[in-house]
T-cell receptor, first 114, second 110 residues
Framework: DTEVTQTPKHLVMGMTNKKSLKCEQHMGHRAMYWYKQKAKKPPELMFVYSYEKLSINESVPSRFSPECPNSSLLNLHLHALQPEDSALYLC?????????????FGDGTRLSIL | QKEVEQNSGPLSVPEGAIASLNCTYSDRVSQSFFWYRQYSGKSPELIMSIYSNGDKEDGRFTAQLNKASQYVSLLIRDSQPSDSATYLCAVKWAGTALIFGKGTTLSVSS
């Protein structure tokens, strides 16, 4: 069991659908992250939120839209995705974004685009 | 360009042996170092964090950091089949996000 909770665990969607991934943590962490991971590859950073503000966007296509409604929640809104976007999407959190504290990952959402 | 290098493996060791996983990084001015374990189809799980030169022990795991030589290693003593996984080394530099190596796959045979 992890202290970072992600829903749903699996998601299958068509290229015209709109869906959202959700992430929640109750550890009082002030930094939250979205990563994308393809099979046999390391996690790739997508977005970083620090104190509920977007601090890093790693040139992610606009069909991915992050949102941080409060310090415990992080969403990733998906629209018009492509088959190559199929991957494991990981949420992580840390006490702050300085990097001196480790990141803790959720179990991930496995996304398949038809 | 900040880089983190790991041998992809697979590294195969018999049960009860010591597994040694190595990681090198490109820039000496680094801050924080982490080892994650990832089972197939699962998310990364933090094993160890290390910030200062030397050894840090936690149960069967020992992380070793040598900033002058720019490497960090993870030793797993008394390896068990349940240790079979991919081990990710991650490095944080000032002004950058956490950068992961490609991971080393460890296989422990019983």
């Amino acid at each position: 069991d992890t202290e970072v909770t992600q829903t749903p665990k699996h998601l299958v969607m068509g290229m015209t659908n709109k869906k959202s991934l959700k992430c929640e943590q109750h550890m009082g962490h002030r930094a939250m992250y979205w990563y994308k991971q393809k099979a046999k590859k390391p996690p790739e950073l997508m977005f970083v939120y620090s104190y509920e503000k977007l601090s890093i966007n790693e040139s992610v296509p606009s069909r991915f839209s992050p949102e941080c409604p409060n310090s415990s929640l992080l969403n990733l809104h998906l629209h018009a995705l492509q088959p190559e976007d199929s991957a494991l999407y990981l949420c992580a959190s840390s006490q702050d974004s300085t990097g001196n504290q480790p990141q803790h990952f959720g179990d991930g959402t496995r996304l398949s685009i038809l | 360009q900040k880089e983190v290098e790991q041998n992809s493996g697979p590294l195969s060791v018999p049960e009860g042996a010591i597994a040694s996983l190595n990681c090198t990084y490109s820039d000496r001015v680094s801050q924080s170092f982490f080892w994650y374990r990832q089972y197939s189809g699962k998310s990364p799980e933090l094993i160890m964090s290390i910030y200062s030169n030397g050894d840090k022990e936690d149960g069967r795991f020992t992380a070793q950091l040598n900033k002058a030589s720019q490497y960090v290693s993870l030793l797993i003593r008394d390896s068990q089949p349940s240790d079979s996984a991919t081990y990710l080394c991650a490095v944080k530099w000032a002004g950058t996000a956490l950068i992961f190596g490609k991971g080393t796959t460890l296989s422990v045979s019983s």
